[in-house]
């Protein structure tokens, strides 16, 4: 498959560039700023792009198989999550490639409780990741509303930490999983391999997934 890279310099976008790539993808890893690019990893094709232009958006992604979108804002700047990643959708649905976006877990229903969310749930969130939480509830809303592009929205668990590839995990769709302990974690390095299973057997269309130890 040949596929683009939005975010490809960040902890979760270089780990999707590298698991690609061990598959014998063909990747485009793109990224903002031109210093950027000796972050990525070796093997991957570069560009220097202004994610939040749909029309560059689309001159990259045509003829690819694949959009992701891993792209996030630096903190303070969180409200550009809703901006670049519909400038993606946008530019997708002008080059008619599918688009995994790399979303959050704030808009999972909390497990057996179909009226609380991640975000709403009480006491749940500490307040340091509060704000990127309610873009990454914005962003999912504004993915639902789109009926132009092929997306899909991948919530990851509670906690993406850097780790290991064990390729073991557990998919789910619109609730958080947990573990029995209570706990939701995967690592970024299964993260992507979720991601770039679903890249090569594509299950879900205009819908949300989830992944989860």
Sequence with gaps: M????????GEVGSRIVTEALSR???VTAVVRRTEQIQALPQGAKHSVCEVSN??????LSAGQDL????????????????????AI??????SKVRVIVVGGAASLNMPDQVDTCVLTAPNFLPQSVIAIAKACYAQHQMCK???ESNWAYFSPPGMLVPGIRTGKFRLGLDELLVDQEGVSKISMEDFAVAMIDEAENAKHH????TAAY
């Design 2 to 9: 040949k596929i683009t890279v939005f975010g490809a310099a």
């Design 24 to 26: 014998g993808h063909e």
């Design 54 to 59: 749909a029309v560059a958006v689309a001159q």
């Design 67 to 86: 959009i992701v979108s891993a792209v996030r804002p630096p903190s303070g700047d969180e409200d550009l999550l809703v901006e670049i990643t519909q």
């Design 89 to 94: 959708l946008q530019g997708a649905a002008q």
């Design 145 to 147: 509303a789109d009926h």
């Design 206 to 209: 205009r819908s949300r997934f």
